[in-house]
């Protein structure tokens, strides 16, 4: 049994083994990968940069814990930046496990504005994050078509009170809000087909700028609708928290882990083309076999 | 952090580990972890629909009625319409009552389909064919502002999107066999779909080594971190019992498969012999 003929009988574990081994290493090594913008992350950015103080965003954290790693980071970045900018924000949950994620995600990152912070060389003063004034927090509601479409017409006909149990009318936020028309954009991080719910029954039946952040697996799959104008720009996934992190001064666990995503690619990469060449080999080797 | 939370993170590692080990066998850590992600979900979908659902949306808008009027007299008494509904889906328990469940399912069914159609049709169907036959922008051929092949706006992205599309659908139009110019052009289309299949594959590669760096980040900040870290104001001896105690469970299950692994290729190689 020659190297190809053991290549092409190598043992799974032994690649899972060994992209651990690198994962574990270059996450423990200490050095920066540049980070490219890519257009469709910087729009993004530019869009919610651009937004007068005072504005509502509406970040819709659509996804379960299963997706926490890719799209975490974009909830914190985006969300500290909108508050930085002493940006209102509207945050909803439509997936069915992440409401209380989203509740933590939202506590540390108004724990984390308290502290005085340099963003892009500008030193930003901390301050008090308040739920009802600075953000309100509408939870859970199942079928995330109807609530879409619901929260079009009146933000209280699906959420009559917010996640903690307020009134909406009660909250300072949210008086003369009334729905999507007093919103500047919605940001939809989503790890499953809320996207399109988002799309379909949201932006298409109401018009709003709609701002994606994707898991990876998801991306590729969502690029025809920014072509088309239906979407204002995506974020796809670890690299794309990591590109927002780089725009927004804000170095976080994205841009930290694209380190080892640079040493996990090549892994990858390598056996891939090691694969291929020992599949051509051995049926090279076979195709003369069966001449003779 | 506190010793009760430590308590909870370690429990998270090992749930974490339980769930990669996965990766080397199928075994009872892994099983364990398996169906408690199951059951914590649906335990927890169960409660969150209750409060931010039935509660809210039901029980709190009826509340000013009364219970012996079937809430029939509050002033939102039209709330009980929806409830009825509801409840009329659990007779699909019942053999004999089981058709009356189909009256929610229909009104249900009837009302996602007549709002999915046409947005649907606007939204997917006819916007991205609105996007895909633009006139193709000779004058930003190469990009807006010079030569620039992320422009999803060039005059190139459109004249690709336009022949990719169209050569795509050839390759799964089979009334007509796939020879000459039409055999081309859906050999083309394979290579467009082959494109874009490698674009999702490296994105979903991205999206399983970021799966597994967040667990390394956890692990390592959260839970290592937190074990050693002496300048806890909560710090004693117990945040590194746990530790080790954890420690010394994988050591040892790792010694145990290592010992299994040795013994069988032994008893195989003696069995050749």
């Keep these: 049994m020659n190297f190809f003929d053991k290549l092409m009988k190598l043992d799974r574990r032994w690649v899972f083994l060994f992209l651990v081994v690198v994962c574990v290493a270059t996450y423990m090594t200490e ?75 939202i506590r540390d990152i108004s724990d984390s504005l308290m502290q005085d912070t340099e963003y892009n060389g500008v030193m930003y003063e901390g301050r008090e994050i308040v739920s009802g004034v600075d953000y309100c927090f509408l939870g859970y509601k199942p079928y995330y078509a109807l609530v879409i479409l619901a929260m079009g017409q009146d933000f209280r006909l699906p959420f009559p009170a917010d996640y903690y149990g307020t009134p909406l009318d009660s909250l300072p936020m949210m008086q003369g809000v009334i729905n999507y028309d007093q919103v500047a954009c919605v940001v939809d991080l989503s790890g499953g087909n809320i996207t399109d719910a988002w799309i379909s029954y949201g932006q298409g039946r109401f018009g709003f700028p709609l701002l994606l952040g994707l898991t990876g697996v998801m991306t590729a799959q969502y690029y025809p609708f920014l072509g088309s104008g239906q979407v204002v720009g995506i974020m796809g996934g670890l690299l794309g928290a990591a590109q927002y992190e780089k725009m927004a001064g804000n170095p976080g666990l994205a841009m930290d882990g694209m380190r080892v995503q640079l040493y996990a690619h090549m892994v990858i990469i390598l056996f891939i083309i090691m694969g291929n060449v020992g599949f051509f080999v051995s049926r090279r080797k076979q195709k003369q076999a069966e001449r003779r | 952090m506190d010793f009760t939370t430590f308590c909870w993170t370690t429990f998270a590692a090992f749930v974490t580990l339980a769930t990669f080990s996965f990766l080397y066998k199928d075994n009872p850590f892994y099983k364990f972890a398996e169906h408690l992600v199951v059951g914590v979900s649906a335990g927890y979908f169960v409660i969150i629909l209750w409060h931010q659902g039935l509660v809210t949306n039901l029980f709190q808008r009826l509340a000013d009625g009364d219970a012996y009027f079937l809430w029939l007299n509050s002033d939102r008494w039209w709330y009980v319409i929806p409830a009825l509904l509801g409840v009329m889906m659990w007779t699909r328990f019942s053999k004999q009552y089981s058709w009356v469940s189909r009256w929610p399912m229909g009104l249900y069914i009837g009302i996602a389909t007549g709002i999915a159609i046409p947005l649907e049709m606007s939204n997917r169907v006819n916007k991205q064919l609105y996007a895909m036959m633009v006139q193709v922008d000779w004058s930003n051929f190469f990009g807006h502002g010079g030569f620039n092949l992320l422009d999803v706006n060039s005059g190139l992205s459109q004249l690709i999107v336009f022949t990719g599309a169209v050569s795509a659908l050839v390759y799964f139009f089979f009334s007509k066999a796939h020879t000459g110019i039409f055999g081309g052009v859906a050999k083309f289309g394979i290579w467009i ?69 040795f013994g069988s290729k032994g008893r195989a190689e003696s069995a050749g012999q």
């Design chain 1, 31 to 105: 050095f920066e990968v540049p980070i490219l913008v890519e257009p469709e992350t910087q729009v993004i950015f530019d869009f919610v940069d651009e937004l007068e103080p005072g504005e509502i965003v509406l970040i819709a954290i659509d996804y379960d814990p299963n997706n926490l790693a890719e799209l975490h980071p974009m909830t914190y970045a985006m969300a500290e930046h909108c508050w930085r900018k002493k940006l209102r924000i509207i945050f909803t949950s439509l997936s069915q496990n992440g409401p209380g994620m989203a509740d933590q995600a």
């Design chain 2, 193 to 261: 779909l082959m494109i874009g299949f490698g674009a999702s594959f490296g994105f979903t590669v991205m999206a399983r080594i970021s799966l597994f760096i967040q667990r390394v980040q956890f692990i390592d900040q959260s839970w290592i971190h937190n074990a050693m870290d002496t300048t806890n104001e909560n710090y004693f001896w117990g945040f590194q019992a746990v530790f080790w105690i954890m420690i010394l469970l994988i050591v040892g299950y790792i010694v145990k498969e290592l010992m299994q692994f």
